[in-house]
């Protein structure tokens, strides 16, 4: 088990840049020192990014879970994966069309596995573009800072842009399609409900 910690700590020594040109580096070393023919390696780690209120202009800070996956064989080299799971807010639609005023919106969490294609390279920032795919087809926005005229403008927002689970999961396949670099995905969002006691939960799977 030594020479796990030995190689992390080599690479580390180095200046470890978790990227996959040098996790596939780290990957195929570590098969050949181990005389594997099959390796796997995961990180996964939060990500945090600064987010403003739309009023405001107050920044914080608001994060995801992030996933980097690599497969390797000596026969067909590697096969890289990334995820994602971020926060979103969703508004029923059902809430909206039966009541007289209001409707019930709630905290949805979206997760995206998508397949990567030999087109990807680092120069991309994946993480921000599975970002953009999940929170522009919320409801709304999570902020970490909103003063009150930040409020109103991301509950009407939120009220305006109705979405279940399934419109969620369906908008941001669209998005994820259109993408040269990935080959394949899934696509799930997980809505805590507010008023129901159960979660609501829809998944996509497409391969192009």
Request: charged fraction near 25%.
């Amino acid at each position: 088990m030594s020479r796990f910690v030995e190689q992390l700590e080599q690479y580390r020594r180095q200046g470890f840049i978790l990227d996959f040109s040098t996790l596939h580096d780290f990957v195929k070393t570590l098969s050949e020192r181990l005389e594997q023919k099959d390796t796997q390696l995961q990180v996964e780690f939060p990500w945090f990014y600064e987010r403003k209120g739309p009023s405001s202009d107050l920044t914080g800070l608001n994060h995801t879970q992030a996933k980097m996956k690599i497969n390797y064989t000596q026969e067909h080299g590697f096969k890289d994966e990334v995820s994602l799971t971020c926060g979103i807010t969703t508004l029923c639609p059902c809430s909206k069309e039966i009541s007289e005023y209001s409707a019930h919106n709630q905290r949805g969490y979206v997760t995206m596995n998508a397949q990567l294609s030999s087109d990807y390279s680092d120069d991309i920032d994946w993480k921000q573009v599975l970002l953009h795919a999940a929170e522009s087809n919320a409801s709304a926005y999570i902020h970490p800072i909103l003063k009150r005229p930040d409020e109103k403008i991301v509950t009407e927002q939120a009220y305006e842009n109705p979405r279940f689970v399934e419109d969620i999961v369906r908008l941001v396949a669209a998005d994820l399609y259109e993408i040269e670099w990935i080959k394949g995905f899934d696509v799930e969002c997980r809505n805590e409900e507010s008023i129901h006691l159960h979660d609501a939960i829809a998944l996509l799977s497409i391969k192009k």
